[in-house]
């Protein structure tokens, strides 16, 4: 008790109490858990060391994967001396078996060993499969409790979201201090499931629910307000444990996950792909600046039906609409602006918070003001030749958007029948490709995802096609993407896709929260958000071609192993020794 109060490291202190009273340590530790848990990796102890120090002075709950070691027993020490370095420190460990998600090889009896002793190196907490639970002695799980421990045991589901009271069920037998369900999220409504499932347990505060997959981002956000005890992060981008999960510093910087709580309003980005989009940092940071109590989701579908189910039970106030949903979702809204009307897609949605349309939905499309705006800054429409390269929802903006401030309009798109049906609709001509480079325009904007990170489609257009005064790409991830290197090459002037980006976005942000949007500070973030991107592709395209040339030194390695059985061979004497050293790791029950 003295200890605890004078602050020295409860770690001892639970350990001894632990075996006289069983509920003390998860009482403890409450008062140490943090919202977030980040999960630490790397092949060495060294390099786990170095990273868990980098950044437990920010977040000190750190997950240690020891599953990841070669050999996890003798690195046990070295993580003693980290948190007798570190006293603010609370670690689990885990060392998940194969057969559980993990990359332990060894037996139940080997995962059991190494959380035994990791618990005599000081781990406040440890990781146990219920498989591996359920595989085990009663006695010997016994024995494993009196180590002082407290005890996880945890399922995870890589295939669907089901039967989370039947797991539950099966966990609570074993009754350990936190009960970790993690199905995964094969569409978004599978968060509401988990969701509705952490807020019926609501009486039991040990429970961790989290879902895997692109999908689950939600409950990884609004897992912690429904009723799990805290989440789980990556220490850095590229260092995922989990499909899915997210950076600490972006749960806790962009998605400001300690302030989330029952007020918080929800507001989010669908379509598909998501994975890019930097609308969650651009409009979180903005929500940041103005002081609004909500957080904006990525929320990755294709299914119309799934983000609708969605807006209702959680509930979302607000989305941006982007691709392949903002023609199809014009139809389950209740009022839309004049503009969507008219161009038959929608890329903004607002549920209607309170009176007679409550829960209803309203569409407005902002896409126009975002693509109009930055080119009547640098001329007058009326008039001007303009070339539009596509016929989706953002082409659809692009055309009546122009078409409304007089522009002549040209559509090049891979489907003919679809520019031609766009084309009638808005008063604007078609054009062949084989006749755009016989033809001068003011500008050229690409309303395609050509170009867009991850996406391989070829360009539509060449140089020889480029006979224009402007080229304006609606795509904005990346900065600078094949048509605007084009256009530059040229000396061509050009407008990026930030520009119609952060303008369509502070629109939104207007509509949402009814304040003037902060453009200046969501410019500034998207412009440094993806220059860092940039820098980061630069470094791995540099490291590439070293890492292919060690990976084929790697390779050849193995030319070498004749000899040496051929030395050996020669020397029968040596045989025995080789045999008894190869015996003697059958220890590899780490």
Same mark, same amino acid.
């Given at each position: ?23 003390? /340590? ?11 848990? +980040? ?57 998940? %078996? ?13 995962? +059991? ?31 494993? #409790?009196?180590?002082?421990? /407290? ?48 807020? =019926? ?10 879902? !895997? ?35 600490? %510093? ?13 007020? &918080?309003?929800?507001?989010? +980005? ?12 651009? !409009? ?37 609409? &982007? ?11 209740? #009022? ?29 499309? &902002? ?11 640098? !001329? ?37 029948? &679809? /520019? ?110 993806? =220059? ?44 025995? +020794? ?10 590899? =029950?780490?």
């Amino acid at each position: 008790e003295i200890c605890i109060l004078t602050n020295c490291s409860v770690r001892y202190a639970i350990a001894s109490m632990r075996s006289n009273l069983p509920s003390i /340590a998860p009482q403890l530790l409450r008062s140490r858990l943090t919202k977030v848990c +980040v999960a630490i990796i790397g092949t060495t102890p060294a390099e786990m060391i170095e990273k868990a120090t980098s950044v437990v002075k920010e977040t000190p709950f750190l997950e240690f994967r020891l599953d990841y070691l070669e050999k996890p027993l003798l690195a046990l020490p070295k993580f003693k001396q980290f948190f007798h370095a570190n006293t603010a420190a609370t670690a689990i460990a885990t060392c998940r %078996r194969a057969a559980g998600g993990g990359k332990f090889a060894g037996s139940v009896a080997a995962e +059991v060993e190494i959380l035994t002793q990791a618990a005599e190196a000081g781990f406040h907490i440890a990781d146990l499969e219920l498989e591996s639970a359920e595989a085990m002695k009663k006695a010997d799980l016994q024995k494993f #409790r009196e180590t002082g421990v /407290a005890l996880i045991i945890s399922h995870h589901d890589f295939n669907a979201t089901k039967d989370l009271d039947g797991i539950y069920a099966r966990i609570a037998k074993f009754a350990p201090d936190f009960v970790k369900i993690v199905p995964t999220a094969k569409a978004l409504v599978d968060n509401v499931t988990l969701i509705r499932f952490l807020e =019926r347990m609501n009486d039991h505060t040990n429970i961790i629910g989290i879902c !895997m997959g692109d999908a689950g981002v939600i409950s990884r956000v609004l897992g912690v307000r429904a009723g799990s005890a805290f989440t789980f992060a990556a220490a850095t981008v590229g260092e995922e444990t989990g499909p899915g999960q997210i950076a600490a %510093r972006t749960l806790l910087e962009t998605y400001r996950i300690d302030h989330v709580d029952a007020a &918080t309003k929800v507001y989010g +980005v669908a379509g598909n792909p998501i994975r890019s989009s930097l609308s969650p940092i651009m !409009m979180n940071t903005a929500f940041r600046r103005e002081t609004v109590n909500a957080v904006y989701l990525a929320l990755q579908t294709a299914k119309l039906s799934d983000l609708l189910k969605l807006v209702h039970e959680i509930p979302i106030q607000g989305l941006s609409i &982007t691709m392949p949903l903002k023609e199809d979702i014009m139809s389950h809204l209740e #009022r839309t602006d004049p503009l969507s009307a008219k161009i038959g897609a929608c890329n903004t949605v607002l549920r209607v918070p309170s009176g007679e349309n409550a829960g209803k939905l309203f569409g407005f499309n &902002t896409d126009v003001a975002g693509i109009v705006g930055p080119l009547e800054k640098r !001329m007058s429409l009326r008039g001007a030749k303009v070339l539009v390269l596509g016929a989706g929802g953002a082409a659809r903006a692009a055309v009546f958007g122009l078409r409304d401030k007089g522009a002549e309009v040209f559509i090049l798109n891979r489907t003919p029948e &679809t /520019a031609h049906k766009l084309a009638r609709q808005s008063g604007s001509k078609t054009i062949k490709k084989d006749a755009v480079s016989k033809t001068t325009f003011d500008v050229i904007l690409n309303a395609t995802p050509v170009g867009m990170a991850g996406n391989k489609a070829a360009p539509l257009l060449e140089a020889k096609d480029l006979n224009t005064k402007l080229v304006f790409d609606l795509v904005y991830n990346p900065l600078e993407t094949p048509l605007l290197h084009l256009a530059r090459q040229m000396s061509i002037p050009i407008i990026t896709g930030v520009e119609m980006f952060v303008q369509q976005g502070a629109r939104q942000f207007e509509i949402f929260t009814g304040k003037p949007a902060p453009e200046e500070e969501m410019f500034r973030v998207v412009l440094h958000a993806l =220059r860092q991107q940039a820098e980061a592709a630069a470094v791995e395209a540099a490291e590439a071609p070293a890492a292919k040339t060690a990976k084929t030194s790697a390779a050849k390695a193995p030319a070498a192993k004749p000899a040496a059985a051929k030395s050996a061979a020669a020397k029968p004497a040596a045989k025995p +020794v080789a045999a008894k050293k190869a015996k003697a790791p059958v220890r590899k =029950r780490k």
